[in-house]
């Protein structure tokens, strides 16, 4: 089978007794939200006062010749609601689109990601039924699973999808608490599946 380089796994392909394919899956898992700091460093966070926590990040790569490159990175960000976006990774001034800052929420933030597990159970599988509670594992890198075993095909597909309010072409205002992220994903049972 097929794996992706330094993960563990066969990614695409079979088992003694499980086959599976995938393609990707284009879920909706981000948004973007314009928003307002006070002076003393708090964000509205839905009529909420939330504060933006800011920290350096060195990121240091082994050249060639031996010698080491370390780069600095400011980062910053709002606990539990997304990263604040910096100016010059916007292609346009963020004027023109948000009266504050742009934070991007994504389903990929959340600590608990399991898809590791989930290519491991993959390659354990001895049936449909349990490929397809290895596949309940995924929750960010989203596809559409086609498998097979002796007694048929399936296709199965899951992941975290941010169950929200208001449009989520647009950027959110993110003062207002009807448009932020819920916590809550869609429900297992609403993703496609076929046996």
């Known amino acids: 089978g097929f794996s992706f380089p330094g993960v563990p796994g ?27 700091i006070d002076a003393d460093g708090f964000a509205d966070m839905g009529g909420v006062p939330a504060p933006v926590h800011v920290r350096e990040e060195t990121i240091r790569v082994l050249q060639s010749d031996g010698s080491l490159l370390e780069t600095a990175y400011t980062m910053t960000d709002i606990p539990g609601h997304g990263v604040l976006l910096p100016a010059e990774l916007l292609p346009i001034d963020k004027m023109v689109f948000a009266d504050g800052e742009v934070m991007v929420a994504w389903a990929g933030f959340e600590p608990e990601t399991q898809e590791l597990f989930e290519y491991l159970d993959f390659d354990r599988s001895a049936s449909k039924e349990e490929f397809r509670e290895a596949v309940g594992l995924e929750m960010i890198g989203q596809q559409n699973w086609v498998f097979a075993d002796a007694s048929g095909i399936g296709y199965q597909t899951h992941g975290h999808i941010p169950v929200r309010g208001g449009d989520p072409r647009r950027i959110q205002k993110a003062s207002d608490p009807s448009l932020l992220w819920t916590g809550e994903f869609l429900d297992d049972s609403l993703y496609p599946s076929l046996d």
Request: net charge negative; hydrophobic share 50%.
């Open 10 to 36: 066969v990614h695409l392909g079979h088992n003694r007794k499980v086959n599976w394919v995938a393609t990707t899956n284009f879920a909706d898992v981000m948004d973007l939200f314009d928003v307002d």
